[in-house]
């Protein structure tokens, strides 16, 4: 059984401080990981991809994979208001169907 | 240009009816993905579509479930005699024409469906 594991939350963090988010998976193998923000009932919309150990940033956005530990985790620094969404990891199992952890809820605080 | 629409946003089934929901995705994307996400949580797989081709229906998760997509573009997503348990937003993505897994997924708006 291929799985994503997420916190649910809610996660609360304080405008301009950085959020965290953190995932893990259960498979070794997996080559490909990535972060969707879905908005209380919109579509999920992809924020980062990454596909080799180490930080990928792109802005406000940072990416962090450690296969090692089965681990990937989504950093966003000064956090707005805007950023306050559902975050789904999603990692692709061989080149099979991509499957999506449950999501944390992330809330930014004024 | 014009991103992946889905019809109807919502639909309202009784128990036992048959129910059908459209996808089109952007233009000149090869791959066609559909998903059924629960309430709380994430996106689950259902079936995927390169070009007419349905390459993997391991998803869906019983014979009362269908997708097509003869022309390989519009997909339709058929639930016969549907219940309670189908109550769920079904969301349609598609990829750019490399067709691979790893290529971004353009997530259309969904359609909620409650079976009462």
């Known amino acids: 059984q291929k799985e994503v594991e997420q916190n649910s939350g809610p996660l609360s963090v304080p405008e301009g401080a950085i959020a965290s988010l953190n995932c893990t998976y259960s498979d070794r193998g997996s080559q490909s990981f990535f972060w969707y923000r879905q908005y209380s009932g919109k579509s999920p919309e992809l924020i980062m991809s990454i596909y080799s150990n180490g930080d990928k940033e792109d802005g406000r956005f940072t990416a962090q994979l450690n296969k090692a530990s089965q681990y990937v985790s989504l950093l966003i620094r000064d956090s707005q208001p805007s950023d306050s969404a559902t975050y789904l990891c999603?990692?692709?199992?061989?080149?099979?169907?991509?499957?999506f952890g449950t999501g944390t809820r992330l809330t930014i605080i004024p | 240009g014009a991103g992946v629409s889905q019809s109807p946003r919502y639909k309202v089934a009784k128990r036992g009816q048959d129910v059908a929901l459209r996808c089109d995705p952007i233009s000149g994307h090869v791959s066609l993905f559909w998903y059924q996400q629960a309430l709380g949580q994430g996106p689950e797989f259902l079936t995927y579509?390169?070009?007419?081709?349905?390459?993997?229906k391991s998803g869906l998760p019983s014979d009362r479930f269908f997708a097509e997509r003869p022309e390989g573009s519009v997909s339709t997503l058929k639930i016969q005699r549907t219940q309670q348990e189908d109550s769920a937003v079904y969301l349609c993505?598609?990829?750019?024409?490399?067709?691979?897994?790893?290529?971004?997924?353009?997530f259309g708006p969904g359609t909620r469906l409650t079976v009462l």
């Open positions: 993505a598609s990829s750019p024409p490399s067709g691979r897994w790893t290529d971004t997924q353009y």
């Open positions: 579509f390169q070009n007419e081709a349905q390459l993997d």
């Open positions: 999603a990692v692709l199992f061989g080149n099979e169907k991509l499957t």
